[in-house]
């Protein structure tokens, strides 16, 4: 890849969730408050992106071409995601939950990552295989992640869609 190129679409997930487990390590032997709270904010915003670039621009992209359940899967395990980041988002290192709510999403989002970067039968693969534009979907998201990532940096997070929950009061 010539140094002027964009990260193709998987290089590009794959570099954002190497990134926020970074973050939930350093999450984990965090001792001081206001750098939990500082990472855990950073969590907040790097994930909210990465699900909006993914439901956005990749999923929709592999709707037909990847299996339909892990596709299914996939937008429920986000949802449930943005539960729990609406709830740090509002609560701070006090909060008698905090750190468990911290501890809990890395342990989902750690079994959605395995779900989409699982060889052969992972999401990635299968979408690999049925020779979806990688390097094209690469530069749309990289576009719109930069965009996001500034709107969010100046005016905070939205209020997250999830569009897959119902009923409960909860998204
Ligand atoms: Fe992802
Ligand atoms: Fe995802």
Redesign the pocket.
């Known amino acids: 890849m010539a140094a002027d190129q964009q990260p193709d679409a998987i290089a590009l997930l794959k570099a954002d969730h190497r990134k926020v487990e970074k973050l939930f390590e350093e999450f984990e032997s965090a001792s001081g408050k206001s750098r939990k709270e500082e990472l855990a904010k950073q969590i907040c915003t790097e994930l909210t992106v990465?699900?909006i670039i993914?439901e956005e621009i990749f999923y929709p992209a592999c709707k037909g071409k990847t299996e339909e359940d892990l596709l299914a899967e996939?937008y429920v395990?986000?949802d449930g995601a943005k539960v729990l980041i609406a709830e740090i988002e509002a609560g701070g290192p006090d909060d008698e939950f905090y750190d468990a709510k911290v501890k809990v999403l890395s342990e989902e989002i750690a079994h959605?990552v395995e779900e989409?970067e699982k060889r052969v039968e992972g999401m990635f693969a299968q979408a690999r295989s049925a020779g979806l534009d990688m390097d094209a979907l690469g530069a749309q998201m990289a576009a719109e992640k930069d965009r996001l990532m500034a709107a969010y940096t100046s005016s905070g997070l939205p209020k997250p869609e999830a569009p897959t929950l119902h009923g409960t009061g909860l998204a």
Request: no cysteine; net charge negative; hydrophobic share 0%.
């Open positions: 990465h699900t993914e996939s395990e986000h959605h989409e």
